[in-house]
């Protein structure tokens, strides 16, 4: 079953996990999410070795 990355993307911002970590199998899945996620630019990713990311959001001063 595919992963609801747009629900994990909003518990990221939301504070609800820390992180959110990608695998190399699913990343062009996510990254069709990701890509229309309208927070995006305070996500953070960073590739990990061996394959997959990691993605962090950088809370701050938010204009909603």
Do not use: C, P
């Not at 953070?44 to 061996?50: D, E, F, I």
């Amino acid at each position: 079953m595919a992963q609801d990355y747009l629900a994990l993307l909003k518990q990221l911002r939301a504070g609800e996990i820390d992180e959110l970590k990608i695998t190399t199998a699913e990343f062009l899945d996510f990254q069709k999410v990701f890509m229309e996620y309208s927070h995006r630019k305070k996500v953070v990713g960073t590739a990990l070795r061996g394959g997959g990311a990691v993605y962090h959001y950088e809370h701050g001063n938010e204009h909603e």
